[in-house]
């Protein structure tokens, strides 16, 4: 699977939109862009994913670069339990092992 | 989103003897499903992968001896850690997805720990 890039954290105050990036310039046609989060001591929460193109949910919104070699996940009002480690994950097409790296740490400041 | 559950939540053991977690799929078929590994301040890291009806396929530097897997219907998997040990102690969480191409769902993990 292609890696990614993250920063290793992020401040963002409440109720603003927070911008996480991530890099995957080694990306294949096929392979996803996921996006997870966890929150302490939990399970890692599904957040959104695609491939060519911007998809949103009711969650988050997610940018994809023309070149598919970036990312932005965005919060759009991130509030206090939005503070996660957030991942960015391309698992191999056809392949559903992912492989996490150290993600990034949002902390949400009132 | 799909959601998985994990029993128990979290469990005390003595060293050597065996403890079994189960990881349900609760509003999907979960063809293939994945067992994870989680020590305090790091990331999560992939134990084994099963689909239904076959034998786990585990990584690298985790024993199949001391980790059983069954995956043995399309809404539970289980997870035995034989003789634990201190060592064994850590987060476990599972995760299922309803076909090798779709979306992970993640459990909420067990907590475990050994004595």
């Known amino acids: 699977d292609a890696k990614t890039t993250q920063p290793p954290s992020m401040d963002c105050a409440e109720g603003r939109a927070a911008n996480l990036p991530c890099n995957h310039s080694?990306?294949?046609?096929?392979?996803?862009v996921y996006w997870y989060r966890q929150i302490h001591s939990q399970g890692p929460q599904y957040i959104i994913h695609g491939l060519k193109n911007n998809e949103t949910n009711e969650m988050a919104s997610l940018i994809i670069t023309e070149d598919r070699k970036s990312s932005t996940l965005i919060l759009p009002h991130a509030t206090l339990r939005d503070t996660a480690v957030y991942y960015c994950?391309?698992?191999?097409?056809?392949?559903?092992?992912?492989?996490f790296g150290t993600g990034t740490k949002l902390q949400v400041i009132p | 989103g799909a959601v998985v559950s994990q029993h128990p939540s979290w469990v005390i053991c003595k060293s050597g003897t065996s403890v079994k977690i189960e990881c349900r799929s609760l509003?999907?078929?979960?063809?293939?499903m994945f067992w994870y590994r989680q020590f305090p301040k790091q990331s999560l890291m992939l134990m084994a992968t099963s689909n239904e009806g076959s034998k786990a396929t585990y990584e690298q530097g985790v024993e199949k001896d001391k980790f059983l897997i069954n995956h043995a219907s399309l809404t539970l998997s289980t997870l035995t850690v034989t003789s634990a040990h201190p060592e064994d102690s850590s987060f476990y969480i599972c995760s299922g997805s309803a076909a090798v191409q779709e979306t992970q769902y993640f459990g909420p993990g067990t907590r475990l720990l050994v004595l």
């Open positions: 080694t990306i294949s046609g096929n392979e996803y």
């Open positions: 994950i391309a698992p191999p097409g056809g392949y559903q092992k992912v492989t």
């Open positions: 509003d999907f078929q979960a063809t293939t």
